[in-house]
């Protein structure tokens, strides 16, 4: 018989939400916590735009457009961090005691159970928050009698797409992180790697464009890991930093990021795969 | 008391080898941590560009500097914050201290004539020797590729002293102010999102995440008050030459209050709380 993935995705969804309830107190304080460190952050670009007029010249990353980015980056990692992060670092754990036993055994793929069963909910407002971000500068950007914003909703579905390709691409990068727990025995540093990767995504990729060490920087989280794309493409489609229509270069990148999302898909299912066959059990 | 010392030797040296376990994911752990400022100066560089262009425009902004710092003053900043951190960031303290109040470790330090925050301080003195023994190599590594940013060069030698003096002395008020966190344990069962609350605070409030001067005045002002300024700030800003003569003194003779009042109040909290502590079970 064929399992029902959607259900149990909902019953995990469910129990996940019930879990975090029963701990109220545990939860407002993540929700405080994560949007403090979002207010915080937003607090320093507002000081540096009291001093520059733009990040990197000639970029057209001006306030309203850098606040857009910067909305996007709150909604990709809201996503990743309530739908992924704690899975991903639970599945370490399974691989560590030897639990991974267990979900071997149900009737359902793999890669799916371990993926979805946890989901943290007290990360989505970070992800409103960022949303808001988003629609408050746009207004601000569409008032700016300096610029001419092109904008209808039919970039909305544009948007949602990039930023599910985003979130694909981030899930992969973390199923292949996690999956290195099988050969390494254990990765203590699953998160602290990923809060050092993430930060190459937290600026527009043009402050990389530049001498080598920067152009080798945006080649490998470019191409090697798709990070960049994540972040700059969706942000890029609202904010239009250089006007519309796009350059060439801005549509090929676009392109590339949709292809990125399937390639990563399709490897961090080979290497999850190629690390089950090593996996061996532990202790009992 | 030669016993006693030899009681603190013991501990020093187990916390030792406890360290030197884990050498190799340390030395790369401590490369990954500048990681991080890779970031930094790539988002500088295009943010100082910009000014520069202006400036060369004839618009605001008189000398390329944000809040008296230049490009190269800023990188160092980042650099130099590492540096504070390394002394004054205490991993799991906190938490370490309320674990043990709560599940009863605690009592050993009740019977055992040995104290416990001065058997947590050698700890601590032992695990970050061993991190400086191993760090040095990677942080002069990073320091020396990335020289050209300290503009100025290596500061005069009395500077040097008080830097690396509030260095010394931050380890000991990092230690103190997290170990007092830790001991409200005794009140507050869980302090977990109290640790919480204090590391976003310093994230902020230490200058961990920005140069104080960037602050806007009213609260730039009121945060100078603050201690936590010493973990991260102050040293680096004394580095860089833009705390200097008796302002430098006076900031670390502040220190040096602000580290006497948290041991007084670590000693108080511990004595009130073992008061209060009632052991249960095994």
Not at chain 1, 194 to 222: D, K
Request: charged share 10%.
């Amino acid at each position: 018989m064929q399992p029902s993935y959607l259900n149990v995705f909902l019953t995990f969804a469910r129990n996940s939400l019930i879990r975090d309830m029963s701990f109220r107190m545990n939860f407002i304080l993540q929700c405080v916590s994560s949007i403090s460190w979002a207010v915080m952050n937003f607090g320093l670009f507002k000081i540096i735009y009291q001093h520059t007029s733009s990040i990197g010249r000639g970029s057209g990353w001006e306030e309203n457009e850098f606040f857009i980015f910067l909305g996007t980056v709150w909604v990709i990692n809201s996503l990743v961090q309530t739908f992924f992060m704690a899975n991903a670092e639970e599945f370490s754990e399974l691989i560590r005691t030897g639990n991974l036993d267990f979900a071997l055994l149900k009737p359902i793929d793999t890669q799916f159970l371990i993926s979805f069963p946890r989901i943290n909910w007290a990360q989505l407002p970070n992800g409103i928050l960022g949303a808001g971000l988003i629609v408050y500068s746009l207004i601000q950007l569409s008032n700016d009698s300096n610029k001419n914003l092109q904008l209808s909703l039919a970039y909305l579905p544009a948007f949602l797409f990039f930023v599910a390709c985003g979130a694909i691409i981030m899930y992969s990068v973390m199923i292949v992180l996690s999956s290195t727990s099988i050969w390494l025995g254990r990765n203590q540093n699953l998160y602290t790697f990923w809060f050092y990767i993430t930060n190459f995504y937290r600026y527009p990729m043009e402050i990389y464009q530049r001498s080598g060490i920067g152009m080798a920087l945006w080649g490998t989280f470019t191409f090697v890991i798709p990070i960049l794309v994540v972040s700059n493409i969706p942000a890029r489609v609202l904010a239009q930093p250089l006007g519309t229509p796009w350059k060439t270069w801005e549509l090929l990148l676009a392109g590339y990021t949709a292809l990125a999302a399937v390639l990563s898909l399709v490897a961090s299912r080979w290497v999850f795969k190629r690390a089950l066959l090593s996996y061996r059990s532990a202790s009992s | 008391m030669a016993a006693r010392v030899m009681t603190w030797w013991t501990f020093f040296q187990i916390s030792i080898n406890e360290r030197l376990v884990y050498r190799g994911d340390f030395m790369l752990g401590t490369l990954m941590r500048f990681l991080p400022t890779l970031t930094q100066i790539f988002l500088w560089w295009a943010i100082y560009d910009v000014i520069s262009t202006n400036m060369a425009q004839g618009n605001e902004n008189p000398n390329g500097e944000i809040a008296g710092y230049r490009y190269g003053d800023m990188v160092a900043y980042y650099l130099l914050v590492i540096v504070s951190r390394a002394f004054s960031s205490m991993p799991g303290l906190t938490r370490g201290i309320a674990d043990q109040i709560r599940s009863g470790e605690v009592k050993k330090f009740l019977i055992q004539p040995v104290d416990m925050l001065g058997c947590l301080l050698t700890q601590r003195v032992a695990h970050k020797l061993v991190y400086y023994l191993i760090a040095t190599l990677p942080f002069a590594l990073v320091f020396w590729i990335c020289r050209s940013f300290f503009v100025d060069g290596w500061p005069p030698i009395d500077v040097m002293v008080v830097f690396v003096t509030s260095l010394l002395l931050s380890f000991l008020l990092g230690f103190f102010l997290e170990a007092c966190i830790g001991l409200v344990g005794f009140w507050f069962l869980e302090v977990t999102s109290l640790g919480f609350i204090y590391m976003l605070l310093n994230f902020l409030l230490s200058g961990h995440m920005f140069p104080l001067e960037l602050l806007p005045g009213s609260i730039g002002a009121f945060v100078n008050f603050l201690p936590f300024k010493y973990l991260a700030y102050f040293p680096a800003a004394v580095f860089l030459g833009k705390i200097r003569g008796t302002e430098m003194y006076i900031g670390l003779a502040v220190e040096i209050a602000w580290t006497l009042f948290f041991i007084v109040l670590a000693r108080v909290l511990w004595h009130r709380g073992v008061k209060r502590y009632s052991g249960f079970g095994g």
